[in-house]
C-alpha cells in the first residue's frame, strides 16, 4: 500500500497537512521483553521514512555525496505515547515542518495505528546541514532548499507536541 492509497483510506487526524507516509507492521524481532515495538525500533523507522521522503523528494545519499552535504541530526525528541504490538498495522508519517535555507531544517514524524486512528508516537529532529568530507556545519547548496524548501508543510497555529 503506497503513501496515496493509505491517505485516502483513512480520516487520521494527521498534525499537518499532506503527510509523507510508509505502513509499518512490528515483526517478531521488533518486540521486546515487554511484549511491544521497542523504542528503538521506532527510531529506526524514522531514519528509513526520512530518506524514503528525501529520495522522492529528489535527493538521495549519492546526491548526498556528490554535494558534499548533508542533512545531519542535531537534535531529536521522541514522544513514546502508547504501546504497539506485533503484527498491528501502523502508519508512520513525516513532514518537513521548519527551514532557515541557510543551515538548520526541522523535521517531524507521528505514528498512528490504522485500527483506531490513535497517536502512537510522535518525533521532531532539528536538523543542521554539515559538509560530508569534515562534518562541520555547512551551508545548504541552492538543490537542497529548492528541493526539501518545496515540501515545506504549513504548520498550524496549534502546533502537538
Given at each position: 500500500m503506497d503513501a496515496t492509497d493509505i491517505n485516502s483510506k483513512s480520516k487520521i487526524n494527521w498534525d499537518f497537512p499532506q503527510p509523507f507516509t510508509l505502513q509499518r507492521i512490528p515483526?517478531?524481532?521488533d518486540i521486546d521483553g515487554l511484549n511491544h515495538t521497542n523504542n528503538a525500533v521506532y527510531v529506526q523507522w524514522c531514519e528509513t521514512i526520512g530518506w524514503a521522503h528525501s529520495e522522492s523528494l529528489g535527493l538521495s545519499l549519492t546526491d548526498y555525496k556528490r554535494l558534499d552535504r548533508a542533512m545531519a541530526i542535531r537534535q531529536a525528541e521522541y514522544d513514546y505515547l502508547l504501546p504497539s504490538t506485533l503484527g498491528e498495522k501502523l502508519i508512520l508519517a513525516t513532514w518537513l515542518?521548519?527551514?532557515?535555507?541557510?543551515?538548520?531544517?526541522?523535521?517531524?514524524?507521528?505514528?498512528?495505528?490504522?485500527?483506531?486512528h490513535a497517536?502512537?508516537?510522535?518525533?521532531?529532529?532539528?536538523?543542521?546541514c554539515i559538509e560530508?568530507?569534515?562534518?562541520?556545519?555547512?551551508?545548504?547548496?541552492?538543490?537542497?532548499?529548492?528541493?526539501?524548501?518545496?515540501?515545506?508543510?504549513?504548520?498550524?497555529s496549534v502546533i502537538k507536541t
Amino acid at each position: 500500500m503506497d503513501a496515496t492509497d493509505i491517505n485516502s483510506k483513512s480520516k487520521i487526524n494527521w498534525d499537518f497537512p499532506q503527510p509523507f507516509t510508509l505502513q509499518r507492521i512490528p515483526a517478531l524481532h521488533d518486540i521486546d521483553g515487554l511484549n511491544h515495538t521497542n523504542n528503538a525500533v521506532y527510531v529506526q523507522w524514522c531514519e528509513t521514512i526520512g530518506w524514503a521522503h528525501s529520495e522522492s523528494l529528489g535527493l538521495s545519499l549519492t546526491d548526498y555525496k556528490r554535494l558534499d552535504r548533508a542533512m545531519a541530526i542535531r537534535q531529536a525528541e521522541y514522544d513514546y505515547l502508547l504501546p504497539s504490538t506485533l503484527g498491528e498495522k501502523l502508519i508512520l508519517a513525516t513532514w518537513l515542518t521548519d527551514s532557515d535555507e541557510k543551515l538548520s531544517m526541522q523535521r517531524r514524524f507521528q505514528l498512528v495505528r490504522e485500527s483506531d486512528h490513535a497517536v502512537i508516537f510522535r518525533a521532531k529532529w532539528h536538523l543542521v546541514c554539515i559538509e560530508v568530507s569534515t562534518g562541520k556545519a555547512r551551508r545548504m547548496p541552492p538543490e537542497f532548499c529548492q528541493k526539501y524548501g518545496s515540501a515545506l508543510a504549513v504548520v498550524p497555529s496549534v502546533i502537538k507536541t
